[in-house]
């Protein structure tokens, strides 16, 4: 079972690109205290992901033609790799890096790859990801915002919410239905690019319990799109939704939401003169399955590399990884608090508690726990 | 070297020469003669044997599979530990002795006694931290893997047969779910396996330790998950589960449990002043 899911090594020729993007990634987060590096891809900065794509970091996966670094996925799992572990805010690119860029090339006329890819390889525009509905959340079919067509194009009505970065991005891709009914399902939805700033569309952020605002709720009244606002194929949307979840659950962002406070952890334990073993027993738990998350996650990689699109394998390791990241909180916090002798400092502590108090979050946003383990389940032939 | 074009006369032979009948015979305090003649006939005792010293010279990584396979098929001699055995006594210009070798050392006896009848081998003892013991234990956590994917099998073959409330019981929700566990847990130990072949020989400490880890980690878990999807069917003596299961839960012990490399990966990791992705490419996965 899985037989063309192995251990591969990363490529020579992609590691190489490793010192560069460490450069700038310790730069933007050098001044940054554990608990904001934890935050990392929820981390906004824009004139960082300018700078990243000025050096050329962006649309790694995509054609030069489109300004892409056409250089596949290993390429960008390594970089990817390096803003993730050294926790540099990379919100602002993100999602359109991750998935708006390849869907746009894989669904989008010549026209939209030409006025979207070139800046979004920049990072001069930036996306957010219009599935989720107050009435819609793992039955995402179930969607209601609709889009009717006009004279000059589309007039959108509805609600979104919990769309990451709405508040700050240029454009979201909404999945929405653009004919028949919620019974439907599967069939009648489509996928639209919306202009943010167009009249009719209002956003509001929404706080955390950590007190940030990432996500936000986005209405829709009466908003008029252009015709080209529609990408791929009218009414052909949960398709190309299903290969867009593909990419945004494949990536080791998956495995590494709490890599940041890890690696403080073991800085707290090499301050120690001597470690119990209970300490260096975890250590030892955390080290074996980061390395076979990762080895997993490298594996996914190349099967995109293949051009396949790995939904199942990505459930796997998104369920195996978001588990490990809800655990170290979880450990770490008995770990700390069984030495009460032992003195730990705020930055750690600030780290643990923003870390244990949104780590539930890791299996809810992408998909959650049980739906992925549904996929999973499919993918063994159980339904 | 292609897996499967090494793999496919391995697994054939296996599949006809130890078959679940084979195992439990041999078990039973049966003629092994038989099987051990086969498998020594296959060439594959050899594989990590130079060539210069008449063996095959394979690569570590090249024997993931077939190490796995070992495991897959429960194979009731120390085939495995042989193959490792025949490569330590290489590199010491030494000739090993015929038939099968068992690795054995303080760890490995605990768990061994009692757990299943140990066929008649040869023994030498791996001790310490040495690469030895860590090929002793890869060569454990590669069976786990094996046994795993095996149980995995048989557990969604049953799922899909044994019909309850009308329909077959793989359609519950409740059982979906393990299930998609049970893979996860499958497969990352197949990888954890792959990882430390990968790494090579002389097999250092921290791709040994990951495999003997994630694999012995997962064990008790993947039996449990079996014999829940199984329900008393394979509680039976009868029933071929327990093959299986019991070896998952030996291997775990053999060679130091999750918990004794833990501890032991754990001070190589905090000895080392660097980010934990950074030391993991660095000492695990190369
Ligand atoms: C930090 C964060 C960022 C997010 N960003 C975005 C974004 O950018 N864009 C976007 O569109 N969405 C986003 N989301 C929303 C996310 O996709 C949804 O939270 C997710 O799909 C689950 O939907 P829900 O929250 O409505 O929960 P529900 O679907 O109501 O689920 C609640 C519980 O019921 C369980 N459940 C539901 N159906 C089943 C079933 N069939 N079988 C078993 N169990 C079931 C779920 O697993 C869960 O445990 C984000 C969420 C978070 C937390």
Redesign the pocket.
């Known amino acids: 079972m899985f037989e063309t899911f192995t251990f591969h090594s990363l490529p020579p020729e992609d590691e190489a690109l490793r010192p560069a993007i460490r450069v700038l990634a310790e730069e933007a987060a050098a001044s940054l205290g554990a608990d904001q590096r934890a935050r990392s891809w929820q981390g906004f900065d824009a004139a960082f992901s300018r700078k990243l794509g000025e050096a050329g970091f962006l649309g790694l996966t995509l054609p030069r033609d489109y300004g892409g670094g056409e250089r596949g996925p290993f390429a960008r799992f390594v970089v990817v790799e390096e803003l993730l572990t050294l926790g540099a805010p990379v919100a602002a690119h993100w ?1 359109a890096d991750r998935q708006s860029a390849p869907l746009i090339l894989n669904f989008g006329s010549e026209e939209q790859r030409r006025h979207y890819l070139p800046r979004i390889c920049r990072g001069e525009i930036f996306f ?5 509905e107050p009435g819609s ?4 079919a179930s969607v209601r915002t609709r889009a009717e067509r006009t004279a000059s194009g589309w007039r959108l009505n509805g609600q ?1 919410i ?3 970065n709405a508040h700050r991005a240029d454009y979201m891709i909404a999945l929405v239905r653009t004919s028949g009914t919620a019974a439907d399902r599967h069939g009648g939805l489509s996928q639209l690019i919306v202009d943010l700033k167009a009249p009719g569309v209002t956003v509001r952020p929404i706080e ?1 319990l950590a007190g940030d605002a ?2 936000a709720e986005v209405f829709f009244e009466d908003a008029a799109l252009p015709d080209d606002a529609l990408i791929g194929t009218e009414d052909e949307g949960w398709k190309q939704v299903t290969a867009e979840l593909a990419f945004e659950r494949s990536g080791p962002e998956r495995i590494y939401s709490s890599i940041i406070l890890l690696d403080a952890w073991i800085a707290h334990l090499q301050k120690q003169g001597s470690v119990g073993e209970a300490s260096l027993r975890l250590a030892g738990n955390f080290t074996a399955r980061l390395a076979t998350l990762r080895a997993m996650s490298i594996a996914c990689t190349a099967l995109l590399a293949q051009g396949e699109s790995p939904v199942v394998e990505a459930s796997l390791v998104k369920d195996l990884g978001t588990s490990f990241e809800q655990e170290l909180p979880a450990a770490i916090a008995n770990d700390l608090a069984a030495r009460p002798d032992v003195p730990v400092d705020a930055e750690l502590r600030r780290a643990l508690f923003y870390v244990a108090h949104i780590a539930p ?1 890791f299996s ?8 992925l383990r ?1 996929i999973i389940a499919r993918g063994l032939g159980l339904r | 070297m292609d897996r499967t074009e090494l793999l496919a006369p391995f697994e054939r032979l296996l599949e006809s020469a130890c078959t679940p009948a084979v195992v439990r015979a041999i078990e039973a305090g049966g003629d092994a003669a038989t099987l051990w003649d086969a498998i020594e006939a296959s060439g594959f005792l050899d594989a990590l044997v130079p060539e210069a010293q008449g063996g095959a010279g394979l690569a570590l990584a090249d024997m993931a599979p077939i190490l796995i396979a070992c495991g897959r098929f429960a194979v009731p001699l120390p085939v495995g530990d042989t193959i490792a055995a025949r490569h330590l006594l290489a590199l010491r210009g030494e000739t090993p002795p015929p038939g099968p070798i068992r690795l054995t050392g303080g760890h490995a006896e605990a768990a061994a006694v009692g757990a299943l009848p140990a066929a008649r081998a040869q023994e030498i003892r791996v001790d310490g931290d040495t690469p030895s013991l860590h090929l002793a234990a890869l060569v454990r956590a590669a069976a786990i893997a094996g046994g795993a994917q095996r149980l995995l099998d048989a557990s969604l073959a049953y799922a899909n047969e044994r019909v309850q409330f009308g329909k077959p019981i793989g359609r519950q ?1 409740a059982l979906q779910q393990q299930l998609a566990v049970m893979a996860e847990q499958t497969v990352a130990a197949r990888i954890a396996v792959e990882i430390a072949c990968a790494a090579g020989l002389p097999l250092s400490l921290a791709p040994a330790a990951t495999a003997k880890i994630v694999t012995s980690t997962a064990a008790p878990s993947i039996a449990a998950t079996a014999h829940a999807v199984h329900g008393a069917i394979g509680i039976s003596a009868e029933h071929d589960l327990h093959l299986y299961t019991r070896r998952l839960l030996a291997w775990r012990m053999e060679h130091g449990s999750e918990g004794w490399w833990e501890a032991r990966l754990g001070t190589e990791r905090l000895a080392a002043n660097v980010g934990s992705v950074d030391w993991v490419r660095a000492a695990v996965t190369g």
């Open positions: 999602i957010c990801i219009g599935m989720s959340g793992s039955d995402l979104k919990w769309t990451t955390d990432h996500f979050s809810l946003r992408g998909g959650t726990r049980e739906i549904g | 929700q």
